[in-house]
C-alpha cells in the first residue's frame, strides 16, 4: 500500500515542480473559499477572490514571510491555522504601515529598530485589548499566535539581524532524497524553473529554492525501474490536492501500474491520507490489507468537511459521513499524534 503517492517514474525535477502549483491549487480552490465562507470567524471577508487581492496587497516582506504557509498545507487540520496565518499577515501590514509612517522622521541608522519597537508595541497593545480579529471571533488567539510566528520566523520581517537557521531533521530528509535520484545540476535550468514557479505560484514558488540535489554528487544507488512494480496488485491512496505528493504524479504512477487500485479523495488536501476517520477510505484501505479485492480499479471517497464546515454542519443536524472506529474521539487524538510524525 503507497498512501500519498511520489511517482517513481518520474525525474528529480519533474517531482519538485508539481510541488508550487499543487499548493497554489489548494490555497485557490479550496482553502480561500473555505476563508470566504467563514468570515464571521476569521474577518477576511466573504470573497475568495477578495481575500486573494488582500494578500496581493501585502507588503512584500509580509508575502515573504507567509511562506510558512506551504508547511501548513500538509494537514487539514491546519486549516484553521492556514487561515488564520492570512490573517495575521493582514494585521501585520497595517501595523507595518502605521509603525514606518510614524518613525519616518527617525535617522536611518536607528529607523528599523524603531519601527520593530513600535510593531512590538502594537503586537502588546492588541494581545492585551483582543483585537487581533474585530468582534466577538473565537479566532483572536489563533491569529494572535500566527501573527507571533509570522514576526518572530522572519526575523521581524527582516528589519533585525538574522538568526542563525537549524536545519534539524531537513538534512536526514535530503540526504535519503538526493541519493534516490539523479538531479539535474545546472543552475541556470533551476533559475528558469523557479521564475516559472514564481509565476504560476508566488507564495509557494519557495519550495523550488530548498533543492539541495543540484549540489549533490551523483547517487550511490540505481533507482529500480518501474517495470518490477507493474505485476503488483499496490493499493495508491491519494487525495486531489495534496501539498506534498501532488496528485498529478500519483496519476502518472497510477497509470503505469495495470494491477494496481487506486483509492482517491477529491476536494481534499491532506498528506499521509490512511486512516482518513471515515467509512470509506478507511473500510477500503483495512480490506485490502486483509487481503480483499477491491473490486473496482479507482474507489472514490468524499472529502470530509473542513473544520469550521464541521461546526456549522453540526448546529443544523448530524454529520453525513459516518465514523469506521468505535470511539471516534479517541481514534482522532491516536491518528492525529501520529500524523503529526509525518508532517513539517
Known amino acids: 500500500m503507497l498512501d500519498s503517492v511520489w511517482p517513481l517514474s518520474d525525474t ?3 517531482r519538485l515542480f508539481d510541488l508550487p502549483r499543487a499548493r497554489q491549487a489548494a490555497h485557490t480552490d479550496l482553502l480561500l473559499p473555505y476563508a470566504a465562507r467563514h468570515d464571521g470567524y476569521f474577518g477576511l471577508g466573504t470573497s475568495a477572490a477578495g481575500v ?3 494578500i496581493a496587497q501585502l507588503d512584500l516582506r509580509i508575502r515573504n514571510a507567509l511562506g510558512l504557509l506551504g508547511g501548513a498545507i500538509y ?3 491546519d486549516s484553521d491555522r492556514y487561515v488564520a496565518s492570512i490573517k495575521a499577515g493582514t494585521w501585520l501590514d497595517a501595523a507595518l504601515g502605521a509603525a514606518q509612517t510614524a518613525r519616518a522622521g527617525v535617522p536611518e541608522a536607528q529607523r528599523n529598530e524603531a519601527i520593530v519597537q513600535a510593531v512590538e508595541q502594537a503586537i502588546e497593545q492588541a494581545v492585551e485589548n483582543k483585537d487581533f480579529v474585530p468582534g466577538p471571533s473565537t479566532a483572536n488567539a489563533l491569529v494572535q499566535t500566527q501573527v507571533s510566528a509570522l514576526w518572530e520566523g522572519s526575523g521581524h520581517l527582516g528589519l533585525s539581524p538574522a538568526k542563525p537557521e537549524s536545519y534539524t531533521g531537513r538534512e536526514g530528509f535530503w540526504t535519503v532524497s538526493c541519493n534516490d535520484d539523479v538531479s539535474d545540476t545546472d543552475p541556470s535550468r533551476w533559475r528558469s524553473r ?3 514557479g514564481v509565476l504560476s505560484a508566488p507564495l509557494f514558488a519557495g519550495v523550488l529554492l530548498d533543492d539541495v540535489c543540484m549540489f549533490w554528487n551523483r547517487p550511490s544507488v540505481q533507482k529500480p525501474a518501474i517495470e518490477r512494480l507493474q505485476e503488483l496488485p499496490i493499493l495508491l ?5 495534496d501539498g506534498a505528493t501532488p496528485a498529478p ?3 502518472r504512477m497510477f497509470a503505469l501500474l495495470p494491477r494496481a487500485q487506486l483509492i482517491y479523495v477529491p476536494g481534499e488536501y491532506h498528506h499521509g491520507l490512511f486512516p482518513y476517520m471515515d467509512d470509506c477510505v478507511d473500510l477500503a484501505a483495512t480490506r485490502y490489507l486483509l487481503g480483499e479485492s477491491l473490486g473496482e480499479r479507482q474507489t472514490d471517497c468524499p472529502a470530509l468537511p473542513l473544520q469550521q464546515d464541521a461546526q456549522a454542519l453540526q448546529k443544523t443536524g448530524p454529520l453525513g459521513a459516518a465514523s469506521a472506529y468505535l470511539d471516534p474521539q479517541e481514534a ?4 492525529r499524534r501520529y500524523k503529526r510524525s509525518i508532517h513539517p
Open 12 to 14: 528529480m525535477e519533474t
Open 52 to 54: 486573494q487581492a488582500r
Open 75 to 77: 494537514d487539514r487540520g
Open 194 to 196: 523557479y521564475e516559472q
Open 237 to 241: 491512496i491519494q487525495d486531489e490536492y
Open 249 to 251: 504524479g500519483a496519476m
Open 332 to 335: 482522532e487524538r491516536l491518528i
